[in-house]
């Protein structure tokens, strides 16, 4: 049978407004692909707080609700709580998640709350203005460390992954990646596998996304595969950190 290569169901047909070179809607793509397959886009909410993902209620197709900066998981649990049937996921970039909202997603992942985290991480506050994150790289110039990330005095990028996999609460934490097709393909099938698992009421998903900002980096999209490829994933290494007992789940197309 033939397959074409068509739009999600689950997202908008609209312009995009992120930048040239921006992961975002690659991303995007795949979480509407995966609802799509699993046939949830009348079951799904979306939580998405400030930074580059405050817009990404104007992409998909299904119920999304804005949080405040970082208390995305705060709305997720409550919204999940109340209505455990639906599939709850909060989208964060890691300025928002790895700094103001670090206390909440570490509890939310600590108490084992069963909704899913989509994290983009690129190393650098996006729609703020390019700052220094709990995430950017040693050496890494950005508008607030213009002389490069000094870690004598800021500390190391924190391995948000590595983080919350280090909590007891069961877990399916993962980091990949979307800068080539072998890329979004892994990182597809493990947004399925955390999606599925929430059907299942298994565990809490964490899935990590190291990603690019060509924009606030400095450089073209080409120049920031590259650099992604050869400094963040050295220090941001793909695959699952941790999986829970239970892991029966049918891989993704």
Not at 17 to 46: F, M, S
Request: hydrophobic fraction near 40%; charged fraction near 15%.
């Amino acid at each position: 049978m033939a397959r074409f290569f068509t739009r999600p169901q689950s997202l908008a047909d609209r312009p995009t407004h992120y930048c040239p070179g921006c992961t975002h809607g690659v991303i995007h793509r795949l979480i509407g692909e995966v609802i799509d397959e699993l046939n949830l886009q009348g079951d799904t909410v979306g939580v998405a707080p400030v930074g580059c993902a405050v817009l990404a209620y104007n992409y998909f197709n299904f119920d999304f609700q804005e949080a405040a900066h970082g208390r995305a998981p705060a709305v997720a649990t409550g919204i999940k709580r109340v209505r455990p049937d639906l599939m709850v996921f909060t989208y964060q970039g890691d300025g928002d998640l790895a700094s103001i909202g670090m206390g909440e997603i570490v509890h939310a992942a600590s108490r084992g709350e069963k909704f899913t985290t989509i994290f983009v991480n690129n190393a650098v506050y996006g729609m703020t203005g390019g700052q220094m994150a709990p995430t950017t790289m040693p050496g890494q110039r950005t508008t607030t460390s213009p002389f490069g990330r000094d870690v004598d005095r800021v500390g190391m990028p924190i391995k948000v992954a590595e983080l919350l996999a280090a909590l007891p609460t069961p877990a399916y934490v993962t980091r990949q990646s979307v800068i080539t097709p072998k890329y979004i393909n892994r990182a597809k099938k493990a947004i399925h596998k955390a999606f599925q698992l929430q059907m299942r009421n298994a565990c809490y998903s964490f899935v990590e996304i190291v990603s690019t900002c060509p924009t606030n980096w400095g450089m073209t999209p080409v120049e920031a595969i590259a650099w992604t490829e050869n400094t963040l994933l050295a220090y941001y290494p793909l695959g699952d950190v941790k999986m829970p007992e239970v892991m029966e789940v049918t891989s993704a197309n």
